[in-house]
């Protein structure tokens, strides 16, 4: 028997089954938002990115929003965004192969290279794609049955065919829309729930946060998606922990830890937040993952600690070195950026833990008078213009809250005891004032003795 080759060429049924068994259709259909906002940026070239988009919103005055719109039913999904659409160069290249060419622009949020064919794949089996740049467009139609048939293992049968369309009308140029049917049955049943709904404008409204507050519009169904406010509290006595690390593990981390805004102090929103290239991909984390209850780390999460907000923001031009799993939805704990950045989140997170323990000093129950006058105190931070300014002053501070809005010590102190009705009357007699309160003779009494005795 003479050697031979063998094959490690991967199987379609692998691809199909297994590579979209693992990631949840929520998702999915941020993966495809996310393909939109990448679009935009790119198509934008030199006069929009990220810092322009996000930090520097001043910047981005434009009259119309860019729009992406989703809309799904029991039946059938479609997406469509006027962000630009997908040139020919794209789509010959990169657009269904697995993982990005070398010379290709990822973007912001295209990392990996797996996200649209996951999600098509996932969604449904007769998928229509079409997209217009300014001056080209093309279009595709995909029977996945049909293509997953061939499977000889030579190259060519994962090709799929893709058709130019030539220079667009006005109507569709700078448009990409895809349109999904014959439905995955376990798809159209969360189609179908109307509690699906909620949950995925939910999950848009966190994840895009800052994007919708900048110049992107999102709709599901209709709806549109309201962003989902990070609460860091600003005000003028409180002075956030901020610090900026310009080379952690090949990206940009700015670190800013505070209290929570005014009516923010919750369970359900303390906790660490990781922001990758401006998409939320941790919200609200009070586990061991961000460093609670860990030895070297920090107590673990109380509920005492309801008013602490941090935030660990990593940018890169480069999306493979951000500390985010291939979902995007979770924090890759062993990625050389989080590993530069975790002991720096712990050190400035520290001094609002101390505070935040400082109200609960000795007590069981919560000192509701301090904790009311530090919320009340405290509003909404704009967050854009928190990180424009820690970056163009390369801030570094700790957090701080100065005696505005610490409680003042008190000079007096409360003396009560009870005395015998018939004496209280008595001295009431003496005083020939009428009917007085009790902490008023009290009073009286207190001063007679200073005057006469000391």
Same mark, same amino acid.
């Not at 050697?3 to 490690?8: K, L, T």
């Not at 599901?220 to 989902?228: D, F, K, L, S, Y």
């Not at 941790?282 to 999460?301: I, M």
């Not at 660990?312 to 500390?323: C, Q, R, T, V």
């Given at each position: 028997m003479s050697?031979?080759?063998?094959?490690?060429f991967p199987k379609k049924r692998f691809f199909i089954e297994m590579f979209t068994r693992d990631i949840y259709l929520e998702d999915c259909i941020l993966d495809l938002v996310d393909n939109a906002i990448d679009g935009y940026l790119r198509n934008c070239g030199e006069k929009m990115n990220i810092e322009k988009l996000l930090w520097q919103k001043e910047m981005v005055k434009r009259t119309s929003k860019r729009k992406i719109e989703i809309n799904w039913s029991s039946t059938q999904f479609s997406i469509k965004d006027n962000c630009g659409g997908i040139s020919s160069d794209i789509a010959r290249t990169d657009l269904f192969s697995m993982g990005h060419s070398k010379d290709y622009d990822k973007g912001v949020l295209g990392a990996y290279g797996i996200g649209l064919k996951r999600a098509l794949f996932k969604i449904g089996d007769t998928i229509s794609l079409s997209s217009f740049t300014m001056e080209e467009g093309i279009k595709v139609d995909l029977n996945v049955p049909e293509w997953a048939a061939k499977d000889s293992g030579r190259k060519g049968d994962w090709d799929i065919p893709v058709q130019a369309?030539?220079?667009?009308?006005?109507k569709f140029k700078g448009t990409t829309q895809i349109a999904?049917?014959?439905?995955?049955?376990?798809v159209s049943k969360l189609f179908s729930d109307a509690n699906f709904q909620s949950s995925v404008v939910h999950r848009i409204g966190v994840t895009y946060s800052l994007f919708l507050k900048s110049d992107i519009a999102?709709?599901? *169904?209709?709806?549109?998606? %309201?962003?989902?406010?990070? $609460?860091? #509290?600003s005000s003028e006595d409180i002075q956030p922990s901020i610090e900026t690390i310009p080379n952690a593990g090949g990206t940009t981390a700015t670190i800013i830890v505070s209290v929570a805004a005014k009516k923010q102090w919750r369970e359900s929103t303390a906790g660490w937040?990781?922001?990758?290239?401006?998409?939320?991909?941790?919200?609200? *984390?009070?586990?061991?993952? %961000?460093?609670?209850?860990? $030895?070297? #780390?920090?107590?673990?999460?109380?509920?005492k600690f309801r008013g602490f907000i941090g935030l660990?923001?990593?940018?890169?031009?480069?999306?493979?070195?951000?500390?985010?799993?291939t979902t995007k939805q979770g924090l890759h704990r062993e990625s050389a950026a989080y590993q530069a950045v975790r002991q720096h989140m712990f050190a400035l997170a520290r001094p609002v833990i101390s505070f935040l323990n400082s109200l609960y000093a000795?007590?069981?129950?919560?000192?509701?008078?301090d904790e009311r006058r530090i919320r009340d105190q405290t509003t909404q931070a704009d967050l854009a213009g928190v990180v424009s300014k820690s970056r163009s002053e390369e801030t570094k501070s700790t957090f701080r809250v100065t005696s505005g809005t610490q409680k003042k010590k008190s000079t007096t102190i409360r003396i009560s005891f009870s005395v015998p009705k018939a004496e209280r009357d008595r001295v009431m007699k003496s005083l020939r004032r009428g009917e007085l309160p009790n902490s008023d003779i009290g009073k009286h009494v207190w001063q007679y003795y200073i005057d006469s005795e000391l």
């Open positions: 050697d031979f080759m063998a094959s490690g369309v030539g220079v667009p009308t006005a999904i049917q014959d439905l995955r049955d376990s999102i709709y599901v *169904n209709g709806q549109a998606v %309201t962003p989902v406010d990070i $609460p860091l #509290g937040y990781i922001l990758c290239n401006g998409r939320v991909v941790v919200f609200a *984390n009070k586990t061991e993952l %961000t460093g609670w209850g860990l $030895p070297v #780390g920090l107590p673990a999460f109380h509920s660990a923001i990593f940018e890169s031009n480069d999306p493979l070195k951000l500390p985010w799993t000795g007590e069981a129950a919560p000192n509701e008078a």
